[in-house]
């Protein structure tokens, strides 16, 4: 089975070093890039086709929700897990398109796996 590939999209560098170093550590995972806003996330999504989508809520410009809508009407979407510091309930994220909503700080290779396996049943 070919590796999962993952963009980051946060718009602090030290939460994507970060979560690039759990998604290279994870089996099966594989970073294809990341970036620090919306519009960027777009481009990317195109451009790289990944497979999944880890983007943060709060990003200058087009916010992660806007993005994640965005990204997720395409015919052959990529998966898009919310991420964020806050609580899910701060968010109007109910149709957006995420898969799912994780908190920043509980982030790890297995909410990551385990975010990945229930990828079509979503909970947003």
């Known amino acids: 089975m070919a590796d999962v590939r993952v963009l980051i999209v946060d718009d602090q560098e030290p939460f994507r070093r970060a979560i690039a170093a759990v998604v290279s550590e994870t089996e ?17 999504v195109t451009r790289l086709r990944p497979s999944l989508v ?13 993005a994640t ?3 997720t009407r395409d ?8 991420l ?10 109910d149709g957006c398109g995420a898969a799912s909503y994780l908190a920043k ?3 790890g290779p297995e909410l990551l796996t385990t975010a990945w396996d229930r990828r079509h049943r979503p909970e947003c």
């Open 105 to 107: 700080a509980a982030f």
């Open 54 to 66: 880890l983007m943060d809520v709060n990003l200058p410009g087009i916010d992660g929700i806007e």
């Open 84 to 93: 964020s510091t806050y609580d899910r309930e701060e968010f109007d994220i």
């Open 69 to 71: 809508r965005q990204i």
């Open 75 to 82: 015919a052959d979407p990529p998966v898009v897990v919310l």
């Open 28 to 44: 099966g995972f594989v970073v294809v890039a990341s970036t620090s806003s919306g519009e960027e996330a777009l481009l990317a």
